[in-house]
C-alpha cells in the first residue's frame, strides 16, 4: 500500500507516519527529514536547502523528486509507502505519479489531515524529539513517560529544529496554503482522498486513519 499524508506544518504527518511504521511495517519517507539529514551532513543537496528551509520555503521540485526517487529504489516492491511532506506542488504531485509508475507502484490513499491553522503554532513551538531515534514529543501534548528520558530509546538528549519559530511557522503555513493545498483536487477527482480531523486527540487520529485504511 502507498498513501501520501498531506497537511500543513504541524498537521501531525511525521506523529501519525512513525504510527503506521511501527503498526503496519510501511516504510515513512519524510522528505523534510531526508533534507535534515542532508543538511546535517552537508551534502551539496543540503548546502542548497538549508537556508531555503531556514526560511520556511520550499526547496526546489528537482531535488525533493530526486531524493524520492533514490530512496524508492532502495526498497523492495512488497513494502507500503507513506510520503509524509511529498509532493507539495503541482510538479511534484506530476512526478511522483511518474515515479511511482516506472516501479509499478499505485498510489492508494490521500490522507489530508485537516486542521485549525491557529493550533498549529502552538504544536510546532511546542514540538521536540530525540536526539538519538527521533521519536517526536511535545511540551504539552506528549512529554515522555519519564521527564527526560526518551520511552523509545533511552537517550537523554533532545533535539528542536530551527525552522519551529513563530515567524517562519508562518511562512510555511502560507507556502502550504499556496503551492501544497491547491494540489488536493488532482487526486480528489481520481476518488482518492479522505479527510481526517487532525485537530482530534492522536489516538482519534490514528483510529479514524486506520478506519481508511482497512486491516
Ligand atoms: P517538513 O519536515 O515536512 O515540515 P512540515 O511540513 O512543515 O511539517 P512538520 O514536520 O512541521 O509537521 P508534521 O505534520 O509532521 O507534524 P508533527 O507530527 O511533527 O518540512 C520542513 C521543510 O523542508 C519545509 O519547510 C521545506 O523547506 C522543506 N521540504 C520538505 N519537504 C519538501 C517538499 N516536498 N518540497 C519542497 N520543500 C520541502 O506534529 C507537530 C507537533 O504536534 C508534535 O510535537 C506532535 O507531538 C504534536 N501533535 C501531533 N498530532 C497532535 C494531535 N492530534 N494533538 C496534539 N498534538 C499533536
Ligand atoms: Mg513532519
New binding site residues.
Given amino acids: 500500500m502507498n498513501i501520501i499524508?498531506l497537511?500543513?506544518?504541524?498537521?501531525?504527518?511525521?506523529?501519525?507516519?512513525?504510527r503506521l511504521v511501527a503498526e503496519r511495517g510501511m516504510v515513512q519517507l519524510?522528505?523534510?527529514?531526508?533534507?535534515?539529514a542532508a543538511v546535517a551532513s552537508g551534502t551539496p543537496t543540503g548546502l542548497k536547502?538549508k537556508a531555503?528551509?531556514e526560511?520556511?520555503?520550499?526547496?526546489?521540485?528537482e531535488?525533493?523528486?530526486g531524493i524520492?526517487g533514490e530512496k524508492l529504489d532502495t526498497l523492495s516492491a512488497e513494502t507500503g509507502v507513506i510520503f509524509?511532506?511529498?509532493?507539495?506542488?503541482a510538479a511534484?504531485a506530476e512526478s511522483l505519479d511518474a515515479l511511482l509508475a516506472a516501479r509499478r507502484r499505485r498510489l492508494d490513499h490521500v490522507i489530508e489531515?485537516a486542521v485549525d491553522e491557529d493550533?498549529?503554532v502552538a504544536?510546532?513551538t511546542?514540538?521536540?524529539?530525540c536526539a538519538t531515534c527521533g521519536a517526536?514529543?511535545?511540551?504539552?501534548?506528549?512529554q515522555p513517560k519519564e521527564a527526560g528520558v526518551c520511552d523509545a530509546c533511552g537517550s537523554t538528549t533532545f533535539k528542536r529544529?530551527p525552522?519551529?519559530n513563530e515567524a517562519?511557522?508562518r511562512?510555511?503555513l502560507a507556502?502550504?496554503r499556496n503551492k501544497t493545498a491547491p494540489i488536493l483536487p488532482i487526486y480528489e477527482v481520481r476518488g482518492l482522498v479522505h479527510r481526517v480531523d487532525?485537530?482530534?486527540?492522536?489516538a482519534?487520529?490514528t483510529k479514524a486513519i486506520a478506519a481508511v485504511l482497512g486491516e
Fill in positions: 499524508l497537511g500543513p506544518p504541524g498537521a501531525g504527518k511525521g506523529t501519525q507516519a512513525e519524510s522528505t523534510g527529514d531526508m533534507l535534515r536547502a531555503v528551509m526560511a520556511g520555503e520550499l526547496v526546489s521540485d531535488i525533493v523528486s524520492i509524509d511532506g511529498y509532493p507539495r506542488t511534484q489531515l493550533a498549529l504544536r510546532i511546542g514540538r521536540f524529539t517526536g514529543y511535545h511540551d504539552t501534548f506528549k529544529r525552522d519551529d517562519t511557522v511562512t510555511r507556502e502550504y487532525g485537530m482530534a486527540d492522536m482519534d487520529v
